[in-house]
């Protein structure tokens, strides 16, 4: 992903605050860009910056957001706000913007493969690339509340030749306090593996909780593995699926949203092509409010 090229060389900064009391509203092809630091002072460990709207958000056709989490240590970006309303071809844009495809190694990230050849793994494992030694990445995280992006996997290291690897898929964190409204796309997809017989990435989590959820069959919620590369024999293995979770009291849908966790084909083109694992998908029920009594 070109907005995420890291530089480890620059220091890395401290988790970033967008406060806005009213509403945030993005039209007119308008794109907002959140990095995420190393660690947001008031959100701890799992999220490296905060953007909290008092009102709404809406995010309007060829409008996207763009949430980078650090490259290194997976900090996420979390967005809160009372209602959310993201319209047909309009939404949150996460592809490759999860942990780093480091140079020339294994990458990056808890699902990180041990062999440059091989998947990342995330919502399941990462398949073989050409190499028997090592091992593709494993599964990491929880299916019921995925924070974590994608892991990486490695760049080509091959005779003269050194690349960066494919970055993973990102995170995409929404709290709404009343109800999204989603009719189109959040994505967190994977990089494809590179060169001859680089790995691919792993799909990234999406994690979404609200009062009510209201999506038609235009939604659509991916976090989807990156395919190996294709080398013939010497191809590289692909990256898992994602984790996507949507938590909810109420579901008005009138039609049912897309969600895809896919594993990729890994070794294209080869007599020995392999698929990753799918990711996890969990709709959960969240309880709604009621009333205690004590008596005595």
């Known amino acids: ?12 900064p401290v988790g970033s605050i967008l406060e806005c009391e009213g509403n945030l509203i993005l039209t007119n092809a308008a794109r907002l860009t959140v990095f995420a630091g190393l ?43 009372r209602n ?32 440059s050849c091989h998947g ?21 995280g929880v299916s019921n509340a995925p924070t974590a992006p994608g892991s990486s996997a490695g760049g080509r290291v091959s005779y003269s030749t050194t690349n960066y690897g494919p970055y993973g898929g990102g995170s995409v964190q929404i709290r709404a306090s009343d109800t999204v409204t989603f009719s189109g796309l959040i994505t967190a997809n994977g990089g494809k593996g590179v060169d001859l017989n680089g790995g691919g990435s792993s799909g990234g989590g999406i994690y979404i909780t609200c009062k009510t959820f209201i999506g038609d069959s235009n939604g659509v919620l991916r976090a989807n593995g990156g395919a190996g590369s294709s080398g013939a024999a010497n191809g590289g293995g692909a990256g898992s699926g994602g984790r996507i979770a949507v938590w909810r009291i109420n579901d008005l849908s009138p039609s049912v949203v897309s969600a895809s966790v ?9 007599a020995s092509q392999n698929t990753s694992d799918p990711g996890t998908i969990v709709w959960g029920w969240l309880p709604s409010a009621g009333t205690i009594i004590r008596g005595w």
């Open 84 to 115: 959310l309303t993201v319209t047909n071809a309009g939404g949150f844009q996460a592809d490759g913007a999860g942990y780093w495809g480091s140079y020339g190694t294994s990458g990056q990230g808890p699902g990180a493969p041990g062999a």
């Open 120 to 140: 990342a793994g995330y919502g399941g494992t990462g398949s073989w690339g050409y190499l028997a030694w090592s091992e593709p990445g494993r599964p990491y």
């Open 262 to 270: 896919s594993g990729a084909i890994g070794r294209p083109g080869s």
């Open 1 to 12: 992903h070109a907005l995420n090229l890291y530089d480890p060389s620059l220091p890395d």
């Open 39 to 81: 660690a947001h002072p008031e959100l701890g460990a799992d999220y490296g910056a905060k953007v909290r709207v008092g009102g709404d958000v809406w995010v309007g056709s060829n409008c996207w957001i763009y949430p980078l989490a650090h490259p290194t240590n997976g900090a996420s970006v979390l967005f809160s706000m």
